[in-house]
């Protein structure tokens, strides 16, 4: 597996989202505000392995969106959320050029998201 870039989820004493500063704007992932009543901050990724997008809702506890595979490559990529408990979950794979996935995490009790991750799998 392999991390390609991660994003930052809403702090608990932030009014506003935030990139790690380690990543450059183009090649970073983006945030924005809310679009819909009930996404709170939306997260979007477009790598050479495919792309995926959605939103974060319920105070950060629930990951929603959809991953895509573009490419005939072997790999299958997914979201992974990591949680500030340090623990994370994984979405499903989308396998193989021209599938998706839809991505739908929740956090263990007492958690929320701390970022969403890009990941892939050889497949």
């Known amino acids: 597996m392999r991390t390609i870039q991660k994003l930052a989820v809403l702090g608990a004493s932030v009014g506003a989202f935030a990139l790690p500063t380690s ?40 990951v929603s969106g959809t991953v895509y595979d573009t490419k005939s490559d072997g790999r299958c990529p997914f979201i992974r959320a990591v949680f500030d408990s340090g623990t994370w979950r994984d979405s499903n794979w989308a396998t193989g050029n021209g599938t998706h996935a839809n991505v739908s995490i929740n956090t263990p009790d007492g958690s929320r998201v701390n970022h969403v991750e890009w990941h892939y799998i050889y497949c």
Not at 42 to 51: L, M, Y
Request: hydrophobic fraction near 30%.
């Open 23 to 62: 990543l450059s704007p183009a090649v970073a992932a983006t945030l924005s505000g809310p679009s819909v009543a009930t996404c709170e901050g939306a997260w979007t990724f477009s790598e050479r392995e495919g792309r995926g997008s959605g939103c974060f809702h319920n105070n950060g506890t629930y």
